[in-house]
């Protein structure tokens, strides 16, 4: 066992995406952020299943056809194969931990999906 603390790890894009605490050996877990009017790309997991729980802030969702606004103390479930788009639509930063399981090394699939009138950023 060991601890690891959030501030010993960066995020993917420097001040914002997905900062990984642990990769394996049978989940992933880490945070992401998201500042005011970012989003990270639309994709979908072939085996694994990706959880979040909002720790500050709120978040649109798009999972398959359907949108959800989320916010602080949220629990979002998402099955494989689900398409999903993240934005943060507000004035504050958007954070929470992220849980994805089996443990697969790779298995996140990109897809080309962009929300009437906005750009992927991320």
Do not use: W
């Not at 729980?53 to 629990?75: A, R, S, V, W």
């Not at 398409?83 to 929470?96: E, M, R």
Request: charge should be negative; charged fraction near 25%; include cysteine.
């Amino acid at each position: 066992m060991s601890v690891i603390n959030e501030n010993e790890r960066e995020y993917r894009f420097s001040d914002s995406g997905p900062k990984y605490l642990l990769k394996g050996p049978r989940m992933n877990f880490g945070i992401v952020v998201l500042q005011p009017g970012q989003d990270f790309n639309a994709h979908y997991h072939n085996i694994m299943e990706e959880n979040f729980f909002i720790l500050e802030g709120e978040l649109e969702i798009h999972i398959d056809n359907e949108i959800f606004q989320c916010k602080q103390g949220d629990f979002i479930h998402v099955e494989p194969k689900k398409v999903h788009y993240l934005i943060n639509k507000g004035d504050t930063i958007f954070k929470a931990a992220f849980m994805l399981a089996p443990y697969q090394i790779q298995d996140k699939v990109d897809v080309d999906y962009k929300p009437y009138g906005l750009s992927q950023t991320k």
